[in-house]
């Protein structure tokens, strides 16, 4: 099947994963001037009224860009919901979105029939992010227009499935559009994800180390520095597992390879947690995938670099075929 329209403007089939206090307008608009997809939790926006004055600069910059580069037209931005019943601001983020006519939301911890039917009320599409087939099929029975697989090695909330046995088996019943979560830092991972059955890549922990992310130094120098071998997969911080910079938590007091179990039901999300150490504040989320980081920089070299990576793979892996 091939994608929706929307995605006509990509200069690479990437989407840039919403990250919880890092993704800003900064960087969102950085990311689609570049031409890939850029996106950012609605919970970032603090008030809940900055998200409204957040929608109209990303809307406004964007239709300025197009207007003066008609021949690089930038890509579509994503809003990220979630739609867990901690978070007691759903419905007033859904009616902002709905007053700038938001092009892609993207939903999680929870998949809502009336939440799909409403973004596609203003003309926009839902991706929503899964961690195995079982809640894949739950999202397109409520709604969702395409999906979101978070494999081993994504950064933040992740799954434990191997990205070749999620995507194979949604791909036996799902046509629909996919976009692969998992340890992408590297233009030849995003041709990966479509070898293995995916529309799009989902990178995240990469874009931290960009000029435009709302990120301490140290958090930057963290993904660039580190290495698989750094990532430790927790449920204490937010009740539900996710991926985290071993230094960060070491910073905090703990010890990364002693951590007790976290209760999602005892937790407010993004308030902090089980701790008095507050994810994604003082624990840093990030991927397996950060060994392919060289160094800080603005999202249109990144991008560059993901492009050059993305066309030498496709060619290497033409010549190989061949043989």
């Known amino acids: 099947m091939a994608l929706p329209p929307i995605f006509d403007r990509l200069r690479l089939p990437v989407i840039g994963s919403p990250l919880f206090i890092v993704s800003g307008p900064d960087l969102v608009i950085a990311q689609c001037k570049a031409g890939v997809v850029g996106s950012f939790p609605a919970l970032n926006a603090r008030p809940q009224s900055l998200l409204d004055e957040w929608l109209h600069r990303i809307t406004e910059e964007l239709a300025a860009w197009d207007r003066a580069n008609p021949d690089r037209l930038s890509a579509p931005f994503a809003v990220n919901q979630i739609v867990h019943k901690s978070n007691d601001r759903l419905e007033a983020d859904i009616a902002t979105c709905e007053k700038w006519k938001v092009p892609i939301t993207i939903t999680s911890l929870g998949a809502r029939e009336e939440l799909n039917q409403a973004v596609h009320g203003w003309g926009g599409i839902t991706l929503h992010d899964v961690i195995d087939d079982r809640f894949a099929r739950k999202a397109v029975e409520k709604g969702a227009d395409g999906l979101i697989p978070v494999a081993a090695g994504a950064g933040g909330h992740a799954g434990r499935q191997s990205p070749f046995a999620l995507i194979q088996e949604i791909r036996e019943w799902f046509d629909g559009p996919v976009a692969l979560s998992g340890a992408i830092g590297h233009g030849r991972s995003i041709l990966a994800a479509q070898a ?47 991926n985290y910079l071993r230094q960060s938590i070491v910073a905090a007091g703990m010890d990364p390879d002693a951590l007790p179990e976290g209760d999602l039901k005892t937790m407010n999300f993004g308030s902090g947690g089980n701790t008095k150490a507050k994810a994604w504040k003082d624990i840093w989320g990030s991927g397996q995938g950060i060994g392919a980081i060289r160094g800080v920089r603005p999202v249109a070299d990144f991008v560059a670099e993901l492009e050059a990576q993305y066309i030498a793979a496709r060619r290497e892996l033409e010549a190989k075929v061949r043989l």
Request: glycine share 14%; with cysteine; aromatic share 10%.
């Open 196 to 242: 293995c059955g995916a529309d799009l890549a989902y990178i995240g922990s990469a874009f931290i180390a960009t000029a435009e992310a709302n990120a301490e130094d140290g958090y930057k120098n963290g993904i660039v520095e580190g290495r698989a071998a750094d990532i430790v997969y927790s449920n204490l911080f937010t009740g539900v597992h996710g």
